[in-house]
């Protein structure tokens, strides 16, 4: 195991909060966070959202972060030091191996995607949609899809450029990127909102966003609305824990997630006051699904003055937020493999780099050669690899480590070590309220919504 003089730290807190931010900043914002907008009726989803995000994720990531800064290593050697301070059963050590499974798994398929607006920056930098009806940007989905070597090249690229990234360690590597990444991608996606605004049907789409038809909930939308806070902010994937033990001791804790948890739901809010007035002012369907970004922005752009470059930024935007998020689940891998004696961090990079680019072989097939084999059939569930691989971690894997996560720091860590790293001196009523939320509020809810989304 490495020892503490050898694990970095953040060169300072802004950068740490500029990393924190692109780990939970990626595609469940700018992709995925639209179109469950549109599935869901608007405005009402919003504001759950909001709400969940702020009162159930806000403290599941102060208690992330404080883990990993108390740990100062990956997060399962973390767990193993607060377990042993708190005198508590090595099982919570499990948090931080499914940390490492869920991660890895999910950067096998997310780095498909990923590679995806990649490709769609350069086909729109080319005019690839220009002037296309709603079946030419349908077929260039499907085209891309269809052909497994343009999909493996495309998850092969984005793979390379996580890994080269990460080898670089903390401060040549993680730092650099998001010190460009980050303002880059705020500065395009102000740039998009501004377009949009003149160029789309603006006024519609901050009705839809804000306006809120408290009709519309059920339980499914307010379910949905949870999943989404907690996919969005990256908890219970130990990203956050991971680069918590990054974090110097002077930081205060409970700041940078405040300024985390904000600068992340800016972003998603950002994101559909920029597609929406587009998709209203063709008349399109807001609750397009997961299409609305690869066939139903490509075909507004495409008909729209200014689309070569603004639709080209658009997925550049898309590739920024997507390589951010990467880098920060591969460091869950990385730092556990760099933890290792006579493992460097180049050599860790590489290994898990190779490994997920495999695994994601799988995912890469599932969109075509493979489309049509779905290998849990004799047990009775049906789904290619990708559909299984999203499912297990998305409905099972990372609510199940928030809910053991939010048990570990509301029940098992003492109270005096949660007082020290959060540095207050007594029970203020912001910590009470924090300890009420990880011990009943989050858990309640994550285990409600794993409970629908499994049963």
Known sequence: MQSNEKHENWSSRWLFVM?????SVGLANIWRFPYTTG?????AFVFIYIAAVFFLALPLVIGEFMLGRRGQDCPPEALKKVIKEANASPFWVIIGYMGIFTASLILSYYSMIGGETIYYAF????GNFSQINTEEAAAISSGFNGSWFTVLIAHTMFMGITVTISARGISGGLETAVKYMMPMLFIILIGMVVYAAFAGEFAT????LFTPDFSRITPS???????QAFFSVSVGATTLMAYGSYLSKNDSITDSAA????????????????????????????GGGPALV?????????NMPGGIIFGTLFFVLLAFAAITSSISMLEVPVAWLASKDNWSRKKSAIVSGVIIWLIGFLSVLSLNELQNFHPLTMVGIE??????????????MLPVTGLLTALFVGWVVPKAISMEELKILREHHWFRGWMIMMRYGVTAVLFIVFYNLVF
């Open 19 to 23: 990393a924190a931010v692109g780990s």
């Open 39 to 43: 599935e869901n009726g608007g405005g």
């Open 123 to 126: 086909a729109n930098l080319f």
């Open 205 to 208: 789409a901050v009705a839809y």
């Open 221 to 227: 939308v307010v379910i949905e609305a949870f999943g």
């Open 259 to 286: 300024m985390v948890v904000t600068a992340d739901t800016l972003v998603a809010i950002l994101a559909g006051l920029a597609i929406f007035p587009i998709v209203f002012a063709f008349g399109l369907d807001a």
């Open 294 to 302: 690869f066939e139903t922005v490509p075909l507004a752009f495409g």
């Open 383 to 396: 789904g290619t690899f990708f559909d299984l691989f999203d499912y297990l971690t998305s409905n099972i």
